[in-house]
């Protein structure tokens, strides 16, 4: 999304009349807006990711309660990465279209109340239902965060406002899976999980109540075709498919390793607690 208005159609006499965005218009390091700005997108990173990976130390205990195998429990987690993987393809364009912080607003309230009803289901395709949704929801905080810092704030403090913003995600990936793993050694992975799910609620009001509106958003049209062809853009270049596996083998090692440690600390000889667990994943 380009920074400046696009001028197609008006006379060369009318084109000095036209207002395009200046760089004193973006949002400066220092001012009150930066820091609605820093603490929105803080908070959603942090929301989003500790929704998406609440649920990693507890697989053990989701294993024991719905008679499930470790691999069918991981499912769990699994679903939710695949759908959030397939909504970046398409949140990213919706939010082109009708605007950024409307799509960001809507998939944290959505994701976190999903997550709330993950809580009261009863039958594990229940719980992996509200899990696909929370994903699905999820993308469009993913797809769309980095696009409105490219957008609202100044360049030369963009880099920075990135790196707050993914520091939140890391944070909330964390904070997800420690806060889960110790409130269901004390109060079961229901109330963990509700906890978590109202947490992330209440990160969705404040970022809708002081995330600044969007400055330089210029609304464009859903075009199926158009999408489909930067699609395949991303394929021409032959070090980018290399790049997406790299990534893709990486962070599913990263994962798996996660998803299954908690199975073998909590069996002899280490007997370590749900708590302790939870700490180390």
Not at 41 to 47: I, K, T
């Amino acid at each position: 999304m380009s920074r400046t208005t696009t001028v197609d159609t008006a006379p060369a006499n009318d084109v000095s009349d036209i207002i395009t965005p200046q760089p004193n218009q973006f949002i400066k390091r220092g001012t009150p807006q930066f820091i609605r700005v820093t603490l929105a997108l803080f908070s959603a990173g942090l929301a989003t990711f500790a929704l998406l990976y609440c649920v990693q130390p507890i697989l053990p205990v989701l294993s024991s309660e719905f008679g499930v195998s470790p691999a069918s429990s991981s499912i769990s987690l699994s679903i939710s990465t695949a759908m959030l993987a397939v909504g970046l393809l398409f949140t990213g364009p919706l939010s082109d279209a009708i605007g950024r912080k409307q799509v960001m607003v809507t998939a944290l309230v959505l994701a976190s109340c999903c997550s709330l009803l993950s809580t009261m289901m009863s039958s594990w395709h229940g719980i992996l239902m509200m899990r696909a949704l929370i994903g699905l929801s999820l993308s469009g905080v993913a797809a769309v965060g980095m696009t409105y810092l490219s957008e609202e704030i100044h360049p030369s403090v963009v880099a920075f406002s990135m790196g707050l913003y993914i520091s939140g995600n890391s944070i909330g990936g964390m904070s997800g899976r420690l806060l889960t793993g110790v409130f269901t050694d004390f109060f079961g992975w229901r109330i963990a999980l509700a906890v978590i799910s109202g947490f992330a609620l209440a990160a969705a009001l404040m970022f809708w109540r002081i995330l600044p509106e969007s400055r330089h958003f210029r609304p464009t049209s859903l075009r199926p075709k158009s999408l489909l062809i930067n699609f395949r853009l991303h394929w021409r270049d032959r070090g980018l498919p290399l790049l997406f596996l790299e990534g893709f083998l990486l962070m599913g090692s990263f994962v798996t390793l996660f998803n299954y440690i908690g199975y073998r600390l909590m069996l002899s000889p280490w007997s370590l607690s749900q708590a302790v667990v939870g700490l180390l994943s």
